[in-house]
């Protein structure tokens, strides 16, 4: 936990203009992270100075899990948080704990990755294509894995994995990669919230920094999880990482940044002054082709934010990304922060969860489009960015071709040839797209005890 507490410090900050303009509602501020890499923009925000250059005294308070986070930020507890992008969605539409979450700010691109056992691997790699150098072809389908859950199946032997929460990117990712590749990952029912009816792989819960040690102790063979989860399980020669998120959807969107939206009513220009923090954190993560990577990595490896080897943080922040041990590959947008316009909170992006939702049966029931975009809107809030986005360009903080000024809040199609399944996705049509999948619930189908209908 970090506290600013200097008195001269706080003076300061108080004779800025950006202050003095926003007359904030409250200053004193607590948000909530969990210990993963993506929570950096909170992180730095903190180190830079850049809540306290907007008058806001913050503390930083990492949570146990993200039903811990997630009811904090709910009763009060904590003011704000890094969340889950399906989190504030989900609270918003009644899916577990009914609540209206909002997110002003989304918090980066990609940053996740899938994780087998040794042993697994070792049975994937007869199934994968090689180059000339010998050495995998990526991306790697769940295809290559199919023959091993099903051999596991024939012996009577359940095939689990690891996703870090019911809503959170990393079970729909895990789910999409199984299912591109042929595997069945279950499904979600009113009566039945495990999300293992049907299933030919078995997901379940493990909280993110615990995912190396559940797999090495045979609990799990697989996860999916943010950094520096992936890269930790290569460090310790337990596991290798066989896709990131990156490879399976080009610059896909991940955490938000979560308020209620009691909170942004109530203190509107105190949202808007922490959004502005952390769009300049966002900035300088990203600035001058990621230069300020390094000393990002010593930040996040302290204790008291992710608390991981610098080394293993570095393997994803820096440009490329361990798979085999040695076998190191670039990916330099493995973890992106500003650019792409990764910050602005898209309607799109919301979609694309609320879809997920809807395939594996944790929305029921059919909804129109119509109900998709207005679900989207009530939580993204790209007009509280865009807000705060002009005070720092009117304070020569940021640049005005920075941000999508003109955008209606829907990005434009991802393509094909960026998704791992050749399937594209376009936020304005949600249902043609949740239809267009092969695998998951389509039309008004429905889960009735352990069978797909309708």
Same mark, same amino acid.
């Given at each position: 936990m970090k506290r600013i507490a200097s008195i001269l410090a706080a003076t300061a900050a108080m004779?800025?203009?950006?202050?003095?303009?926003?007359?904030?509602?409250?200053?004193?501020l607590t948000f909530g992270f969990i210990k993963l890499t993506d929570m950096a923009p909170l992180a730095v925000a903190y180190e830079q100075g850049y809540f306290l250059d907007e008058g806001l005294f913050v503390t930083l308070e990492a949570q146990a899990n993200w039903k811990?986070?997630?009811?904090?930020?709910?009763?009060?507890?904590?003011?704000?948080?890094?969340?889950?992008?399906?989190?504030?969605?989900?609270?918003?539409?009644?899916?577990?704990?009914?609540?209206?979450?909002?997110?002003p700010f989304s918090m980066d691109?990609?940053?996740?990755?899938?994780?087998?056992?040794?042993?697994?691997?070792?049975?994937?790699?007869?199934?994968?294509?090689?180059?000339a150098d010998g050495r995998p072809q990526h991306p790697i389908s769940a295809s290559a894995l199919k023959p091993v859950v099903e051999e596991y199946t024939a012996a009577g032997k359940p095939f689990n994995m690891g996703m870090v929460f019911p809503v959170s990117t990393h079970n729909y990712e895990l789910r999409y990669w199984?299912?591109?590749?042929?595997?069945?990952?279950?499904y979600y029912s009113p009566e039945n919230i495990t999300g293992q009816i049907g299933a030919q792989a078995l997901l379940s819960v493990t909280p993110p920094p615990q995912m190396p040690a559940t797999m090495e102790a045979g609990t799990i063979?697989?996860?999916?999880?943010?950094?520096?989860?992936n890269q930790q399980a290569v460090f310790k020669g337990i596991g290798v990482p066989v896709i990131t998120d990156y490879q399976m959807w080009k610059n896909n969107p991940e955490k938000v940044f979560g308020i209620t939206n009691e909170f942004a009513e109530e203190y509107p220009n105190t949202t808007k002054a922490v959004v502005k923090a952390l769009i300049r954190a966002a900035m300088w993560l990203d600035e001058n082709d990621n230069a300020n990577r390094d000393e990002a990595v010593e930040i996040l490896s302290r204790?008291?934010?992710?608390?991981?080897?610098?080394?293993?943080?570095?393997?994803?922040?820096?440009? !490329?990304?361990?798979?085999?041990? @040695?076998? #190191?590959?670039?990916? =330099?947008?493995?973890?992106?922060?500003?650019?792409?316009?990764?910050?602005?909170?898209?309607?799109?992006?919301?979609?694309?969860?609320?879809?997920?939702?809807?395939?594996?049966?944790?929305i029921a029931e059919a909804k129109s489009d119509e109900w998709?975009?207005?679900?989207?809107?009530?939580?993204y809030r790209p007009?509280?960015?865009?807000?705060?986005?002009?005070?720092?360009?009117?304070?020569?903080?940021?640049?005005?071709?920075? !941000?999508?000024?003109?955008?209606? @809040?829907? #990005?434009?199609?991802? =393509?094909?040839?960026?998704?791992?399944?050749?399937?594209?996705?376009?936020?304005?049509?949600?249902?043609?797209?949740?239809?267009?999948?092969?695998?998951?619930?389509k039309g008004a189908q429905t889960v009735v005890g352990t069978e797909v209908q309708g």
């Open positions: 004779a800025s203009p950006a202050v003095a303009e926003l007359e904030l509602e409250k200053d004193e811990v986070l997630l009811d904090g930020v709910i009763d009060g507890q904590l003011d704000g948080a890094h969340m889950l992008a399906g989190q504030p969605l989900a609270a918003t539409i009644g899916y577990g704990t009914e609540a209206h979450i909002i997110t691109l990609n940053g996740n990755g899938i994780t087998v056992s040794n042993e697994i691997w070792e049975a994937m790699k007869p199934n994968v294509p090689k180059m199984l299912a591109a590749g042929g595997i069945e990952p279950g063979y697989g996860y999916a999880v943010g950094e520096p989860w204790p008291e934010y992710v608390g991981a080897d610098a080394e293993v943080i570095a393997n994803s922040m820096t440009g !490329f990304f361990e798979f085999e041990k @040695g076998d #190191k590959r670039d990916i =330099p947008d493995f973890n992106v922060f500003f650019r792409y316009n990764a910050t602005y909170p898209y309607y799109s992006d919301a979609i694309w969860y609320l879809t997920q939702m809807r395939r594996w049966g944790q998709y975009f207005d679900a989207a809107k009530s939580v007009d509280i960015y865009l807000e705060a986005a002009r005070l720092l360009v009117d304070e020569g903080m940021a640049n005005e071709a920075d !941000f999508p000024w003109d955008s209606d @809040g829907f #990005k434009a199609p991802t =393509p094909a040839e960026d998704i791992i399944d050749g399937i594209a996705y376009d936020g304005k049509a949600p249902n043609a797209y949740i239809d267009s999948l092969p695998i998951g619930l």
